[in-house]
């Protein structure tokens, strides 16, 4: 079982950052793609942005697009989401997941970690 561990997450106020991180324990270019999704409340779970691992693509929703960047190291077999310019509906918790089995946005991942909070106050 591959396992991942999540950290970064946190309260913040409207218009502020956070950089989250997630580490696999295995190779994350044997995955492909590994991806950052969130959950509020109430909510359905959503993608959120996808990187391949074995390349530099990635992949965005248009409502984070411009505020939202995925990045990895793969040395590290981590990847990260830094998050700027953050909102109230921004508030949830946030998962990384890694190995698709379908199209990389979507919720058909073989790997999940635990979550991390991200609140964000008005």
């Known amino acids: 079982q591959v396992r991942l561990v999540q950290s970064g997450g946190g309260s913040v106020q409207a218009g502020g950052s956070l950089r989250l991180s997630c580490t696999a324990s295995s190779d994350i270019a044997d995955h492909n793609y590994m991806a950052w999704f969130r959950q509020a409340p109430g909510k359905e779970r959503e993608g959120l942005a996808a990187?391949?691992?074995?390349?530099?693509?990635?992949y965005y929703r248009d409502f984070v697009k411009d505020r939202f960047t995925i990045s990895k190291v793969n040395a590290n077999n981590t990847v990260y989401l830094q998050m700027n310019n953050l909102k109230p509906e921004d508030s949830a918790m946030y998962y990384c997941?890694?190995?698709?089995?379908?199209?990389?946005?979507?919720?058909?991942?073989?790997?999940w970690g635990q979550g991390t909070p991200v609140t964000v106050s008005s």
């Open positions: 997941a890694l190995d698709p089995q379908g199209p990389p946005l979507q919720l058909l991942y073989r790997f």
């Open positions: 990187i391949y691992t074995r390349g530099s693509s990635t």
